[in-house]
């Protein structure tokens, strides 16, 4: 029979890892939704798959770090005092989620590790610097690389990506008649009857062009390939102390973490993928989309050298330096350097995409080809990437969350020790 401790302690890794679900379902399928590619159903399902994907395959590294490494004497990962830590990051996640923002995991539950480590003085500092360095560095790589692709590479993208959505369904399913011949031995020449079969094959809707069919499957892979770079690293948040405890084996771990992520992916996640998806940013489809793989792939190089990876702060940068690149584009290097000209920098260079054709509008057409081509091309607009409120709740409550689990921790195991 199960340690009715170890029962609870798991019950308490799922409840993190439903919480991990609602958190990152949203940033990861967020511009699908609100492009009314998938339905929030299909997507937290897609969710599910993806999560396990990275997890079983790169997130147990993470799970090493941060089951074993993060202090110096993993013993202090006793059973009691992992559940506590996960009560803490679970408990500090819901408060994000319940509030519609999605909060960094891996910045929460490393944060109620921190504060097991400061209060019994087993806290391994190097591994601690070594996961901030990365934290802080990680956010510049993804900056740069987006004020690259904003500023030499957008408009060939969006040119090759811009899609217009029909009306009607994407696929449908056609019966088609199959004739094959069927042969029956007798006599001395063998009898060949024809026998009709009835097939079921997809196939394009009646308004669906095969450049709309790419760029929505583009879109969901982006999805996919977030969610599996979210399983690479967050499994760690949910199952890292009982791992690292010895109570729970590693694949029994992440089965049970997944199985629970995929649950919070189809119900609470739901308010963050509105959020992301409708409230927060009107993100053309070329900008979510570069936004993704950079901020992806971060992430998954992260967790395979068993850092621990914001994909939130990783993807947030990611669209600043993106619309910094934008709002320079007008403006030669050589003009640049000698002072000739000054860049007008603004967020709203991704916004004055809004006449850029996406998935979700129709409506849009291709606007104005901005580059060195066109100086006199108006970077302006009135339109703005981001809600001021909604971001502003949204910025607030990521940095909130990991010092609730942060503090909670230190306090608790300060006041009542390791137990």
Same mark, same amino acid.
């Given at each position: 029979?199960?340690?009715?401790?170890?029962?609870?302690?798991?019950?308490?890794?799922?409840?993190?890892?439903?919480?991990?679900? #609602?958190? *990152?379902?949203?940033?990861?399928?967020?511009?699908?939704?609100? @492009?009314?590619?998938?339905?929030?159903?299909?997507?937290?399902?897609?969710?599910?798959? @993806?999560?396990? $994907?990275?997890?079983?395959?790169?997130?147990?590294?993470?799970? +090493?770090?941060?089951?074993?490494?993060? $202090?110096?004497?993993?013993?202090?990962?006793?059973?009691?005092?992992?559940?506590?830590?996960?009560?803490? =990051?679970?408990?500090?996640?819901?408060? #994000?989620?319940?509030?519609?923002?999605?909060?960094? =995991?891996?910045?929460?539950?490393?944060?109620?590790?921190? !504060?097991?480590?400061?209060?019994?003085?087993?806290?391994?500092? @190097?591994?601690?610097?070594?996961?901030?360095?990365?934290?802080?560095?990680?956010?510049?790589?993804?900056?740069?690389?987006?004020?690259?692709?904003?500023?030499?590479?957008? +408009?060939?993208?969006?040119?090759?990506?811009?899609?217009?959505?029909?009306?009607?369904?994407?696929?449908?399913?056609?019966?088609?008649?199959?004739?094959?011949?069927?042969?029956?031995?007798?006599?001395?020449?063998?009898?060949?009857?024809?026998?009709?079969?009835?097939?079921?094959?997809?196939?394009?809707?009646?308004? *669906?062009?095969?450049?709309?069919?790419?760029?929505?499957?583009?879109?969901?892979?982006?999805?996919?390939?977030?969610?599996?770079?979210? #399983?690479?690293?967050?499994?760690?948040?949910?199952?890292?102390?009982?791992?690292? %405890?010895?109570?729970?084996?590693?694949?029994?771990?992440?089965?049970? #973490?997944?199985?629970?992520?995929?649950?919070?992916?189809?119900?609470? @996640?739901?308010?963050?993928?509105?959020?992301?998806?409708? +409230?927060?940013?009107?993100?053309?489809?070329?900008? /979510?989309?570069?936004?993704?793989?950079? %901020?992806?792939?971060?992430?998954?190089?992260?967790?395979?050298?068993?850092?621990?990876?914001?994909?939130?702060?990783?993807?947030? $940068?990611?669209?600043?330096?993106?619309?910094?690149?934008?709002? *320079?584009?007008?403006?030669?290097?050589?003009?640049?350097?000698?002072?000739?000209?000054?860049?007008?920098?603004?967020?709203?260079?991704?916004?004055?995409? +809004?006449?850029?054709?996406?998935?979700?509008?129709? /409506?849009?057409?291709?606007?104005?080809?901005?580059?060195?081509?066109?100086?006199?091309?108006?970077?302006?607009?009135?339109?703005?990437?981001?809600?001021? !409120?909604?971001?502003?709740?949204?910025?607030?409550?990521?940095?909130? $969350?990991?010092?609730?689990?942060?503090?909670?921790?230190?306090?608790?195991?300060?006041?009542?020790?390791?137990?």
């Amino acid at each position: 029979m199960i340690d009715p401790l170890l029962a609870g302690g798991i019950l308490i890794a799922c409840f993190v890892a439903f919480n991990i679900g #609602g958190s *990152t379902t949203g940033p990861a399928f967020g511009p699908a939704i609100g @492009a009314n590619v998938l339905s929030k159903t299909t997507a937290g399902a897609l969710m599910g798959v @993806a999560f396990f $994907v990275g997890a079983y395959t790169i997130g147990r590294r993470v799970v +090493d770090t941060l089951g074993t490494e993060l $202090v110096h004497d993993p013993s202090v990962f006793t059973l009691e005092a992992s559940i506590i830590v996960l009560f803490f =990051t679970g408990g500090a996640l819901l408060i #994000g989620n319940l509030s519609g923002a999605p909060a960094s =995991t891996s910045m929460t539950a490393v944060g109620a590790i921190i !504060g097991l480590g400061l209060a019994t003085g087993e806290l391994n500092l @190097a591994v601690v610097g070594e996961i901030l360095a990365w934290w802080i560095l990680s956010p510049v790589i993804g900056f740069w690389m987006a004020v690259m692709v904003g500023r030499y590479g957008y +408009d060939a993208l969006d040119r090759l990506i811009a899609i217009e959505q029909s009306d009607g369904p994407l696929v449908v399913f056609k019966r088609v008649e199959r004739v094959r011949p069927v042969i029956r031995p007798g006599g001395p020449q063998p009898v060949t009857l024809e026998r009709a079969s009835v097939m079921v094959r997809p196939a394009l809707g009646p308004n *669906t062009s095969r450049r709309e069919f790419f760029g929505t499957m583009v879109l969901i892979s982006i999805g996919c390939l977030m969610a599996f770079s979210s #399983g690479t690293s967050n499994i760690a948040n949910a199952i890292a102390p009982l791992v690292g %405890s010895g109570a729970l084996a590693m694949n029994p771990g992440i089965f049970i #973490g997944c199985g629970a992520v995929a649950i919070g992916a189809l119900t609470i @996640a739901r308010r963050t993928m509105e959020t992301l998806g409708n +409230d927060i940013t009107d993100l053309p489809l070329t900008a /979510a989309i570069v936004v993704a793989v950079l %901020s992806s792939t971060i992430v998954i190089l992260l967790s395979m050298i068993g850092i621990p990876a914001s994909f939130v702060v990783v993807a947030t $940068v990611c669209i600043v330096g993106l619309g910094w690149g934008r709002s *320079t584009n007008a403006v030669s290097v050589a003009d640049a350097v000698r002072g000739e000209v000054s860049p007008r920098v603004s967020l709203d260079a991704l916004a004055a995409d +809004d006449e850029a054709p996406t998935v979700g509008d129709p /409506a849009k057409g291709q606007g104005p080809e901005l580059g060195p081509e066109h100086p006199e091309a108006d970077r302006s607009s009135p339109s703005e990437l981001f809600d001021p !409120g909604t971001t502003a709740r949204v910025i607030l409550m990521q940095n909130m $969350v990991p010092i609730i689990a942060t503090t909670g921790s230190y306090l608790t195991f300060l006041l009542f020790g390791a137990v």
